[in-house]
């Protein structure tokens, strides 16, 4: 798993290792293929099921169970793992982080909620401290976007800043997991542009909408002086 996910493209490489497509297939040649085998790695990392997964890539549910089946036969340690994660948790009743926060697991738990667990938990650990790190060197952090930080610099030293950014995220990643060190990529915004997630686009439009229509009412409402 972490040899595929070195290669650079972590999907198309399970589909190679797993057979499904030859070691010169590229994301062009086999998009099909690729589109698959990554909505499979990122149902594995949610603890999604056969059927939600057979709904995200508009294949039957028998699809889904094959592709979960190569998963399971191509990275044999990963789950291995996994299902000793969950024995741990309904042995003792908890779940940790490497940085000690806990979870409480009841009698009766969904075992696709405790496999999730350490992705989510520990990935949450690796993005504060890359915040914590990032700040203490000096860079202005503005708010964490999900697996992403939202920094601050002037132009004279923002690609600078952006180093030390992505410094402190590698170095995050090699304390939480254990010297593996993840990638990163950047997109630098000037203004007078500003950052835009595309899957908020309508909404921002919405609101910038209504506060304008709003603001028009106001001007044309009469003003009583007494």
Request: charge should be neutral.
């Amino acid at each position: 798993m972490m040899e595929a996910y070195n290669s650079g493209d972590p999907y198309l490489a399970f589909a190679k290792q797993a057979g499904a497509a030859p070691p010169n297939a590229t994301k062009a040649t086999h998009k099909a293929i690729r589109d698959q085998f990554k909505s499979t790695v990122l149902a594995v990392q949610y603890g999604m099921g056969a059927d939600a997964l057979a709904q995200r890539i508009g294949q039957p549910p028998i699809r889904a169970r094959e592709l979960l089946r190569l998963h399971r036969e191509t990275y044999r340690v990963f789950w291995a793992w996994s299902d000793r994660l969950v024995d741990h948790a309904m042995l003792t009743g908890s779940l940790h982080t490497v940085f000690g926060w806990r979870v409480r697991v009841p009698e009766v738990a969904n075992d696709r909620s405790l496999r999730n667990f350490p992705m989510q938990a520990n990935g949450a650990e690796m993005l504060r401290l890359a915040c914590c790190l990032a700040t203490e060197a000096g860079v202005e952090v503005c708010a964490p976007v999900h697996d992403a930080v939202l920094i601050s610099a002037p132009l004279d030293r923002l690609d600078a800043d952006v180093e030390r950014m992505q410094e402190a995220m590698r170095e995050a990643s090699r304390i939480v997991l254990d010297g593996f060190e993840l990638g990163t990529d950047h997109k630098l915004i000037s203004y007078p542009d500003r950052y835009m997630d595309e899957r908020g686009t309508v909404m921002w439009e919405r609101v910038v909408k209504l506060i304008n229509d709003h603001q028009e009412r106001r001007a044309t409402w009469p003003w009583i002086l007494h």
